[in-house]
Nanobody, 123 residues
């Protein structure tokens, strides 16, 4: 499977961005897929995920600002981010789990493939 993120950039606080993750090799709607972010020197942080039943979960820090969606026709995963804060600055990664359901014990774990990341900078 290949994951290619795009859509990152620099925005002012309060602004919005939509990240995309184009998937090849598997049908995005049938698998668990997630978004993560990482700041240099810190551990990778789970943002949210969607499973094969379209159940979606988010990290607490999202606070209703981010929305995960999928376009099955384009085989693409999205992360719509609104009301961005400087602390949202990070490299954002999409991740693929080779399973219909996300890891039962924790949706933050168990991903098999990762994209190369797209940088989001909020000032």
């Amino acid at each position: 499977v290949q994951l290619v993120e795009s859509g990152g950039g620099s925005v002012q606080a309060g602004g919005s961005l939509r990240l995309s993750c184009a998937v090849s090799g598997y049908t995005v709607s049938r698998y668990c897929m997630g978004w993560f972010r990482q700041v240099p020197g810190k551990e990778r942080e789970w943002v949210g995920a969607v499973d094969g039943e379209a159940t979606i979960r988010y990290a607490d820090f999202v606070e209703g600002r981010f929305t995960i969606s999928r376009d099955n026709a384009k085989n693409t995963l999205y992360l719509e981010m609104n009301s961005l804060k400087p602390e949202d600055t990070a490299m954002y990664y999409c991740a693929f789990r080779h399973g219909y359901y996300c890891y039962s014990e924790s949706w933050t774990r168990g991903y098999d493939y990762w994209g190369q990341g797209t940088q989001v900078t909020v000032s």
